[in-house]
């Protein structure tokens, strides 16, 4: 049987602020509990990842977002088929409408985690805002972690009180 909790970090490291996904998945195999969880790594998501998500309570995604105007931003997902699911790399929402095709139920919940980025070119290091924003979302990862539950994650949905200035 799987972990109960999938946390499902997407990016590539050499593309600058594109690592903050497998980054913060680092960071959590430092500082959390991992007796639940179980951390994923890669380069994008693809139609093969839907079978992760099978079996677990409560999933989430995590990935680098230049349209994202706070250091994160946090929201509650659900199955959407998109044109995505024809490409190489596939959005949250197609994942769990795959999911919900092959297995004909509905995914578990899942949520997605995007962090604030600026420069996504190859070779490029993480810029100075996407670490400010890395570390911000750690912590705030770090506290969801420590309360694994659908109803609590459902509350810090968009919190305000992480907002950079």
């Not at 409408?97 to 509905?106: A, C, R």
């Not at 805002?129 to 810090?156: C, G, H, I, M, N």
């Amino acid at each position: 049987m799987p972990k109960p909790i999938l946390i499902f970090g997407y990016g590539n490291l050499s593309r600058g602020d594109d690592a903050l996904g497998p980054l913060l998945l680092e960071y959590i195999e430092d500082h959390c509990d991992l007796s639940t969880i179980e951390l994923l790594v890669d380069f994008q998501l693809q139609i093969e990842h839907a079978l992760d998500i099978e079996n677990r309570t409560l999933v989430l995604f995590v990935d680098a977002s230049i349209a994202c105007e706070q250091a994160f931003s946090f929201t509650q997902l659900s199955a959407n088929k998109d044109k995505s699911y024809t490409t190489h790399a596939m959005s949250p929402a197609a994942v769990l409408d795959v999911y919900q095709s092959i297995k004909h139920q509905t995914p578990p919940p899942c949520f997605l985690l995007s962090i604030q980025a600026e420069k996504l070119e190859l070779g490029e290091g993480l810029s100075s805002k996407a670490a400010k924003s890395l570390k911000t979302a750690s912590v705030f990862t770090e506290q969801l972690l420590q309360t694994p539950d659908y109803d609590y994650w459902l509350t810090r949905i968009n919190p305000t009180e992480y907002e950079t200035h």
